[in-house]
T-cell receptor, first 114, second 114 residues
Framework: KAGVTQTPRYLIKTRGQQVTLSCSPI?????VSWYQQTPGQGLQFLFE???????NKGNFPGRFSGRQFSNSRSEMNVSTLELGDSALYLC?????????????FGQGTRLTVV | AQSVTQLGSHVSVSEGALVLLRCNYS??????LFWYVQYPNQGLQLLLK??????LVKGINGFEAEFKKSETSFHLTKPSAHMSDAAEYFC????????????FGKGTLLTVNP
């Protein structure tokens, strides 16, 4: 079956703009998590959604937001982009989001802010 | 609060040699522990996970890890390195009860020399 699909794969934005990233989970998966990966900070948890509800949120400013639709697809939005937002954004899906279920990661969206 | 320390940001081995990647964790409750691998420009792939069953966990591609509670460690090993093992490896922890939030270590880049 198809894996986790993230679009777009690459994105270049200017400081001050906003951006929306998309994640389509594996069919049947209802949990979607987002992570930011940078060389300096490594992999950091952004938020997790299950059945359209945000269940957990990491320590990021309010400029970072997300949502999940009824078909489990998820989007994350970053407003007022800063240079430091340049990163690889990874989405992971799992069946239920519990610790016993495996999370499958997408290939990520590489965001460059100039 | 949970945390993960990976000793050695870069490990270099010869093809056929033992691979040992170190991971120590901090958790206030019995943790779930994971090892992920990331190839260039790719997402993360699960190698193996510990979920309080057997302390010696076998994963894909010949990797295994042993959970040692007394040492708070979960080191990853492979008896004989292949060139295809060259990648970045991440150890991650999730505390029971957390809504699928993974806390990652900084990663270890494995180089395999011919």
């Amino acid at each position: 079956k198809a894996g986790v699909t993230q679009t777009p794969r690459y994105l270049i934005k200017t400081r001050g703009q906003q951006v929306t990233l998309s994640c389509s989970p594996i069919s049947g998966h209802r949990s979607v998590s987002w992570y930011q990966q940078t060389p300096g900070q490594g992999l950091q948890f952004l938020f997790e959604y299950f059945s359209e509800t945000q269940r957990n949120k990491g320590n990021f400013p309010g400029r970072f937001s997300g949502r999940q639709f009824s078909n489990s697809r998820s989007e994350m939005n970053v407003s007022t982009l800063e240079l430091g937002d340049s990163a690889l954004y990874l989405c992971a899906s799992s069946f239920s989001g519990t610790m016993n279920t495996e999370a499958f990661f997408g290939q990520g969206t590489r965001l460059t802010v100039v | 609060a949970q945390s993960v320390t990976q000793l050695g940001s870069h490990v270099s081995v010869s093809e056929g040699a033992l691979v040992l990647l170190r991971c120590n964790y901090s958790s206030s409750v019995p943790p779930y522990l994971f090892w992920y691998v990331q190839y260039p420009n790719q997402g993360l792939q699960l190698l193996l996970k510990y979920t309080s069953a057997a302390t010696l966990v076998k994963g894909i591609n010949g990797f295994e890890a042993e959970f040692k509670k007394s040492e708070t460690s979960f080191h990853l090993t492979k008896p004989s390195a292949h060139m295809s093992d060259a990648a970045e490896y991440f150890c991650a922890v999730s505390e029971s009860g957390s809504n699928y939030k993974l806390t990652f270590g900084k990663g270890t880049l494995l180089t395999v020399n011919p």
